[in-house]
């Protein structure tokens, strides 16, 4: 796993997981800007159904084996832990 590739938060995430075949981190997935019919194939693969010519983020559910790879692949330039987002109260 290339952990220059991870933010902090999903690398603590990956540390506590329990099952590493589990489809569990909703994540951001930053590339290069121009992919190759393989990477649009492996992004695919990954249950990213639409892929749009210039488009350099992606979101995916993945595991945390899937992550250990995609952090190895050439054309990944980061990834990022989706939060959950809360309304602040306004009162």
């Given at each position: 796993?290339?952990?220059q590739k991870i933010d902090a938060?999903?690398?603590m995430a990956l540390n506590r997981v329990q099952?590493?075949?589990e489809r569990s981190f909703v994540i951001f997935i930053h590339t290069q800007p121009i992919?190759?019919?393989t990477v649009k194939i492996f992004l695919m693969n990954l249950g990213i159904s639409e892929i749009?010519?210039?488009e350099r983020?992606?979101?995916a559910t993945l595991s945390a084996d899937t992550i250990s790879e995609l952090s190895d692949?050439?054309?990944v330039e980061y990834l990022k832990l989706?939060?959950?987002l809360r309304f602040v109260n306004q009162g």
């Open positions: 796993m290339n952990y938060s999903l690398a099952n590493p075949h992919l190759e019919s749009t010519e210039g983020v992606f979101t692949q050439s054309w989706s939060q959950i």
